[in-house]
């Protein structure tokens, strides 16, 4: 009922930038917040930053400063720009919803895109 689809992963150098963007879709009937995860092979999922409806964001301490998460209520679509991009940054890329559907309003859940590989080479 809800559909996640990231774009804008690809292969990087080291201290280059890259743009994610997330379009979300569906019988979404409210957002309480989106964000990106990353799951670096044999790694667990990681936030890497999130943004609540009113635009109050948090970020994992390895890439404050270097990233910024941004969204479009409107439009359903949430961005995060990454600069200084490092080595240790490659992952695949994971867009995240909370909220509910118009089938369950009163469930607010986690949803989940497919995800997008960021590589960066040194």
């Known amino acids: 009922q809800v559909q996640l689809v990231e774009s804008g992963g690809g292969l990087v150098q080291a201290g280059g930038p890259l743009r994610l963007s997330c379009a979300a879709s569906?019988?979404?009937?409210?957002?309480?917040?989106m964000g990106w995860y990353r799951q670096a092979p044999g790694q667990q999922r990681d936030l890497v930053a999130t943004?609540?409806?009113?635009?109050?964001?948090t970020y994992a301490d390895s890439v404050k400063g270097r990233f910024t998460i941004s969204r479009d209520n409107a439009k359903k679509m949430v961005y995060l720009q990454m600069n200084s991009l490092k080595p240790e940054d490659t992952a695949v890329y994971y867009c995240?919803?909370?909220?509910?559907?118009?089938?369950?309003?009163?469930?607010?859940?986690?949803?989940w895109g497919k995800g997008t590989l960021v590589t960066v080479s040194s």
């Open positions: 943004i609540t409806s009113g635009g109050i964001t």
């Open positions: 569906g019988r979404i009937f409210s957002i309480s917040a």
């Open positions: 995240n919803l909370y909220g509910s559907t118009w089938s369950a309003r009163n469930v607010v859940m986690n949803y």
